[in-house]
């Protein structure tokens, strides 16, 4: 890896690399969550807010703090360094093993994915600096495929944990997903021992492993890499769990109580580290990252 | 005896009927009627043959959930001695949708556990239907960690139709329970073989079977979604779907044990008598014994790192993707 001399050197100055400004305000296009138009209504308070408003606020419901989805793109700018990122990985498609056909075959389900998001994947990955601090990053995106994971999104975990071993640099993972990608079947279901065996060589090793739980987080997402993390942070109010909401429902045959599966109700018991604001998320991975060097 | 037949063995049961039948007016009369009996059950075993022969993947799933077909529970009676069984999780409860303990095989000395289903109303309840909560999960690391420390190879059933649904399950971290099993797992040093019997019900069945040797009997299932879950989100139209969604998605995943092992995903099928394994446990579970057996012998011939190095990279090679130009 040719990679490996400069890092190294960054490692040594870490501390010193100047903290790159950002531009902290996200555009809404096609891709983003927002629905078109001036104004917008907030998914959790309902309040119509002005569309500026909340470009402004970072994708944050000036009302109520809901944050709303963002691209793995926006996620990147508001995380690292500016140029810091080195994608890696980014030409892992998806086989189609089991010639899975809904309505369409799952081989056009992914073009027209690929179409809507400009990307390859539910997820991006590579290294890049937080604050001048080197670490392998993995951010899901939730608008292609609902960021399930089938084979490329976990030998792109795989590969990051492995990379953070090789490199001895933390590992990131931003998750939001509705969890194992049912196109691929026991491929993707395999998916889940194959990443978790990947974070406990990680473990092994003594290495940070970092998870950021965003809205939502689910199924063998959450049952695998994202509730390993040494730390587990979410952002607030995103919707988090296992099984999801409505099969609970049926399965109980009452309602849910208020809050459920939210981000406050995790932290009420004990399952997660910390909820942080996007706006402090960056200012906290850095302090975390510079503590446990 | 009562048997329950599933709706394809319809033919199978008018015929068993018929001898039956038969069978009472011949006895302690004159007539003879022994060559007609023999006729038909020459016609029955054919039939049964002939339908067990070419199952569709729902009618696999059927088989793997049929009431009478064996339990974890049953197996380990038929397969072990000196069963001990040990409970609970030490932390919240002790759940009775898995039951496990130390056991020996052939006398040799294992840790033996798996998802037991429930007989009749009662039972079901007891055992959640199989369906595990986070507690049965940690109580089932606590086994395989005590195993580990003993130096006693882990053999798991898998029988569910998934982790449990529901608040308290959510309270108390399913999610985090079973990513720890996977990963622990990943990790154990002693051997760890895992037979599914039943139903592999997703996440909840991979949480006992990251192991060194994964088998299936021949009429199991074993997938990421169950066909009912599949159908309901590609084809709910006004919430009908029935029966031929059902069917669909379960051709649609892939999830016989003939399916998985042509992806390399489980190592072998262990076959079942004709009929499916309810037909014959003891013959069932004689094939079982031979399999564990065999994989024991062959693992513990390595390391415990070599066996943690070949797991790893037996999970880290699945996948199906390619890279693009
Ligand atoms: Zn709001």
Redesign the interface.
Known sequence: MGGLITRHSLLVTVVKMPWFKKTKELKTDRKGKIPEGLWVKCDSCKEIVYRKEIEKNLKVCPKCNYHFRISARDRLKLLVDEGSFTELDE????????H????ISYKERLKENQQKSGL?EAVISGDALIKGHPVSLVIMDFSFMGGSMG??V??KV?KAAERSIEENQPLIIVASSGG?R?Q???????????V??????L??NGILYISILCDPTF??V???????GDIIIAEPKSLI????PR??EQ??KQP??EG??RADFLLE???IDMVVDRKNLEDMLAKLLDLLR | MIRYYLEFEKPIEELELKIEELKRISDGKDINLSGEVKKLEKKVKELRSEIFSTLTPWQKILVARHPDRPYTLDYINMITTDFIELHGDRRFADDHSIVGGFARIKDMPVMILGQQKGRGTRERISRNFGQLHPEGYRKALRLMKLAEKFKKPVITFIDTPGAYPGIGAEERGQAEAIAVNLMEMSRLKTPIISIVIGEGGSGGALGLSVADRLYMLEHAVYSVISPEGCAAILWKRNGDIGTEDFSRAAYALKLTAQDLLRFKIIDDIIPEPLGGAHRAPEVTAEKLTEYIVKAIEELSAKTPAKLVEERYKRFRKIGNFEEEG
């Open positions: 030409n892992l498609v998806s086989g189609d093993p089991l899975f056909k809904d309505t390859k084979s490329v976990g030998e795989s194992a049912m691929e079947g026991i491929f993707s279901l395999m998916q889940m021992a194959k978790s065996a990947a974070i406990g060589r473990k092994e199924g063998g959450t049952a695998s890499f994202a509730m390993l769990g296992f099984a999801g099969v609970i399965t109980i849910l109580p459920f599966q018991h004990g399952l």
